[in-house]
């Protein structure tokens, strides 16, 4: 049974219902969710005026039960306010395609989309691998 007072934001979120009421196919979805922005928390160090650090973006990566890595995302900036409050400094983030996160992160990894809610979607890195061969 789907929550009723999740109210999707955009057609990311829109499309995610649908495949989660089994409306359109898994590999539909995927194709959406690879051409669609997500949010992707990156950890914010207390910045001195002016000053530009060079170090690269740091994503929220936790870690598995069974101690493999998760990246974690989300359909919008909004979705990640409640989960990201127990996680210092990672309050801002950047809105990429979703296709472009493989592309720099890899496939090595697992990917949780807005953990913790019910529109959301877990992804296996052996999936990942499989959806955007290289």
Avoid at 26 to 34: H, P, W, Y
Wanted: hydrophobic letters at 45%; charged letters at 15%.
């Amino acid at each position: 049974m789907m929550n009723s007072s999740f109210i999707p934001m955009n057609e990311l979120e829109k499309q995610l219902l649908h495949a989660q009421a089994g409306q359109m196919t898994g590999e539909a979805f995927i194709t959406v969710l690879a051409n669609s922005e997500v949010f992707m928390p990156i950890y914010e160090k207390i910045q001195i005026s002016g000053f530009q650090p060079h170090d690269q973006a740091q994503p929220l990566i936790l870690d598995g039960d069974s101690g493999d890595k998760i990246l974690i995302l989300f359909t919008s900036p909004e979705r990640g306010k409640v989960f990201l409050q127990d996680f210092a400094g990672y309050g801002g983030g950047l809105l990429v395609e979703f296709k472009w996160v493989i592309e720099k992160m890899g496939v090595g990894f697992n990917i949780s989309i807005n953990p913790d809610s019910e529109v959301g979607l877990d992804l296996h890195a052996a999936a990942i691998a499989q959806m955007f061969p290289h």
